[in-house]
């Protein structure tokens, strides 16, 4: 019986040959971690006959894409994968390098018959599919998150805070805050006749930004104080609860220009490198 076992890495993979008696019988490691590299780690494998087993360690996300290729390779390779091993309690070689780390593998799938084996269950990778997507979105939402300085913007969460940057696409192409509440729509049209004055809905520019904007606005006059008092004001003044809104996108559209201003200066900055 010869025993193959892998030490998986993000940038390359060590496989050592073994033979029953964990005598070391062949090493090879792998330039990269794509399909064809794994491929050609099968055929090297010929060389040592048709009874042989894989025994991939355990490494979640620099094992699984090793794992399904081999698996899916099964039926044209002979003596395809068959278990992986977690332990390596026992090995005779002391030190710590790829090499090494493969050899332990092997030698603990030798000492350990009934380790788990893998083969393709296509439901159980649709759920793995789902799964590795939903963490692919939770790691898209915290990169937004984290880019995001200015988050402590009252009413602007995770998803609107996305929302924006997107809409935006990138702050410094505009002149001047105006340009900018001109382009997202919150810049009224002022109307009036003799001494009446007022201003009404801007249908121009970016509804996608304007809507993100009135989200917040909307946030902002159930639970921001200061928000409240200035629709206050404004009702008082005269205005509709409407206008009192769209007073309230406006002054809410200059505050993510600021913000939107001093979290790219802060990107832009050079970082101190430690000499």
């Known amino acids: 019986m010869i025993m193959l076992g892998i030490d998986a890495h993000k940038r390359t993979h060590t ?8 005598r070391q019988l062949g090493v090879r490691t792998t330039t990269a971690t794509s399909r064809a590299d794994h ?19 355990d490494c979640r996300h620099l094992s ?15 003596g395809g994968p068959k278990m992986r091993a977690h332990a390596r309690e026992g090995a005779r070689t002391y030190g710590k390098s790829d090499p090494i780390d493969a050899l332990a593998v092997a030698r603990a799938a030798l ?11 296509e439901s159980a990778r649709e759920v793995r599919l789902l799964v590795d997507h939903r963490e692919d979105l939770i790691g898209e939402r915290t990169r937004h998150i984290n880019r995001l300085r200015w988050r402590e913007v009252h009413g602007v969460a995770a998803v609107s805070a996305a929302k924006l940057i997107g809409e935006v696409a990138g702050v410094g192409r505009f002149r001047s805050r105006h340009a900018f509440a001109r382009h997202n729509g919150t810049a009224p049209t002022p109307v009036w006749s003799g001494n009446t004055e007022r201003h009404r809905l801007s249908r121009a520019g970016n509804r996608q930004l304007n809507a993100a904007i009135h989200r917040v606005a909307l946030t902002q006059a159930r639970s921001h104080p200061q928000a409240r008092v200035y629709l206050d004001q404004r009702l008082q003044a005269g205005a509709t609860r409407k206008e009192a809104i769209r007073s309230l996108k406006r002054r ?22 430690a000499a």
């Open 39 to 57: 491929l050609e780690l099968m055929r090297w494998s010929d060389q040592f006959g048709p009874d042989r087993t894989w025994a991939v360690e």
């Open 252 to 273: 809410l559209s200059d505050v993510v220009y600021r913000a939107m201003l001093a979290d790219a200066a802060t990107q832009e900055r050079p970082q101190a490198v």
């Open 111 to 121: 000492r350990e018959p009934n380790l788990p084996t893998a083969y393709l269950d």
């Open 64 to 78: 699984r894409q090793l794992e399904r290729d081999m698996l899916a390779a099964a039926n044209d390779w002979s």
């Open 15 to 22: 496989a050592v040959t073994v033979d029953e008696l964990g």
